[in-house]
């Protein structure tokens, strides 16, 4: 009688089991599902000149980033700008391919996976995926994976910690584009900067002072930030007062005499319109020769790319151990990495996201 009772017992029991775990699973299957897309600007797939061609021709004829009128721009863009830029730009890539490939790409893709296993510990239903505003992958092809996914609310975090038109309005651009191209209307949250976040300034600095920075041994300190046309800020851009108070805010937690840094804007595209300045070489000749090192950071760069990694680490080095104003020898130039897929990157951007949807 105990055995047959034993045995009923362990089928109630096993009965239970299965109907918990499939009302688990319906529970899980009507829950809110988070999508989370981490954008940045591209990257060509490989450092050819054909295939950088065509990653440059769809970037410039950007209605954000094309100068003159659309027609116009693109007879100019494809007959005299590309056919020479393709070559030039291809040769700078691949002085910076790794094996991993584009170091954008890589970045991006390991800055994802690291915050998707952050999101995994919390227990939120929460999906990563990164897009690139040109090239692959990209804005679109992310959002279709999280709408085949079934998420229900969105997230889109462009990582450039100042907004700029060219940049986090191109984003938004994509996006919106997107999201009417696959029929999909899920609740949409689209941040658009977060240079005031403490967790941001205090990782700058941190970073700065990982690199070794000692201004108490006569180090210095450069803030590099990309440069915009003149015309965005008359349009309301406030880039300029994003970028200047991120420098001043990083100097502060530094704790650093005015002497020892300075801001420079760096990557005009032409000469032909006015470009936010001071340009580097300006800001160098203000903040003179170091007795120590010359340290260069570029805090609205969130990954390290073409423009930190050849641009800064390479041109940038080069041009100053030229200078014989400087006085710069190449092992006295320190170029600080991006946050890249550090540990408090990746608590930044979690806080971010979770802030958002507080």
């Known amino acids: 009688m105990l ?32 999508g989370v897309i981490i954008a940045n600007t591209g990257t060509p797939d490989v450092p050819e000149a054909d295939v950088v061609r065509a990653y440059l021709a769809e970037f410039l004829q950007d209605p954000r980033i094309c100068p003159l009128p659309a027609p116009l721009w693109k007879i100019i863009l494809h007959a005299f700008i590309l056919p020479k830029r393709a070559h030039a730009s291809a040769e700078k890539y691949r002085q910076i391919w790794t094996s991993q490939g584009s170091p954008l790409q890589s970045g991006m893709a390991s800055l994802a996976h690291k915050l998707q296993a952050s999101f995994n510990e919390q227990d939120k239903a929460t999906l990563v995926r990164h897009g690139m505003s040109y090239g692959s992958p990209s804005i679109k092809q992310a959002l279709g994976e999280l709408k085949a996914e079934g998420c229900d609310e969105l997230v889109v975090l462009s990582l450039y910690p100042q907004n700029a038109l060219s940049t ?28 005031a976040h403490l967790l941001y300034l205090e990782a700058i600095a941190a970073s700065i002072r990982a690199a070794g920075f000692d201004s108490s041994a006569g180090d210095k300190l450069l803030f590099a930030f990309h440069s915009i046309p003149v015309r965005d800020i008359r349009n309301g851009d406030d880039y300029e007062d994003k970028a200047r108070a991120t420098a001043n805010a990083v100097a502060r937690l530094l704790e650093l005499d005015v002497q020892d840094w300075a801001l420079g804007f760096q990557c005009r595209f032409d000469k032909a319109r006015s470009w936010l300045g001071p340009f580097i070489p300006e800001a160098l000749q203000t903040l003179g020769a170091p007795r120590g090192r010359l340290f260069v950071v570029a805090p609205n760069f969130s990954i390290d790319c073409l423009e930190t990694l050849y641009d800064i680490d390479i041109e940038l080095r080069q041009q100053v151990c030229e ?30 996201v979770n802030s958002v949807n507080a």
């Open 323 to 352: 200078d014989p104003a400087l006085q710069i020898e190449s092992d006295r130039f320190v170029y600080v990495p991006c946050l890249n897929d550090t540990d408090a990157h990746v608590e930044l951007l979690t806080d971010i």
């Open 168 to 195: 986090t309005g191109v984003v938004a651009d994509k996006t919106l584009a997107a999201l009417s191209a696959l029929d999909w209307h899920p609740q949409t949250k689209l941040v658009g900067y977060y240079s």
């Open 3 to 34: 055995a047959i009772v034993e045995r009923v017992s362990i089928t109630v029991s096993a009965t239970s089991v299965l109907r918990r775990n499939a009302v688990k699973r319906e529970f899980e299957h009507f829950m809110s599902k988070r």
